[in-house]
């Protein structure tokens, strides 16, 4: 994971982490590119993506454009996560919600991020949204993320 996200970028200043989910059964960055483009999105809308084994390896995390260009999206110092599913329909897999687990590890190290800038698409203040679905395990995330990072 480490070396998809790479070296620190010394001019970002990562601040959140914003977890998303597809809300499609499958997919994967350049599918989502495809369909973000055709609305006028800019491609690929999110840093990270990873999969669910419908389109991309379960567990596969493929890193955007706006990553390696240190773009940031609409949110300034925020960083994009999109896992594939609709967990308010399914289960995330415990591959996706591994490597979540790493990637999000290794950004809060690199970036100095709280646990607390940790949040789902749906805990941002005036969004009107269930993203990323009320069977997304974040309570789970919270506490792994507590016991395996030295990050504040």
């Not at 059964?25 to 055709?38: D, T």
């Not at 309570?139 to 990050?151: E, G, H, Y």
Request: aromatic share 8%; net charge positive.
């Amino acid at each position: 994971v480490a070396r998809l996200v790479g070296p620190q970028h010394a001019y970002s200043d990562w601040r959140t982490i914003t977890l998303h989910h597809s809300a499609t059964e499958n997919g994967s960055a350049s599918s989502f590119s495809r369909y973000h483009s055709r609305r006028q999105m800019g491609g690929l809308f999110y840093h990270f993506v990873i999969g669910n084994g419908h389109g991309a390896p379960d567990g596969s995390i493929e890193a955007g454009w706006r990553w390696r260009e240190q773009v940031e999206v609409k949110r300034p110092h925020d960083i994009q996560i999109c896992l594939v599913g609709d967990f308010t329909q399914q289960e995330v897999s415990d591959a996706e919600l591994r490597s979540l687990a790493q990637l999000v590890t290794v950004l809060r190290e690199q970036y100095g991020i709280p646990l607390s800038g940790v949040r789902r698409h749906r805990d941002i203040p005036g969004l009107t949204t269930q993203c990323p679905g009320n069977r997304f395990p974040f309570q789970k995330l919270l506490s792994v993320l507590a016991q395996t990072s030295s990050a504040p």
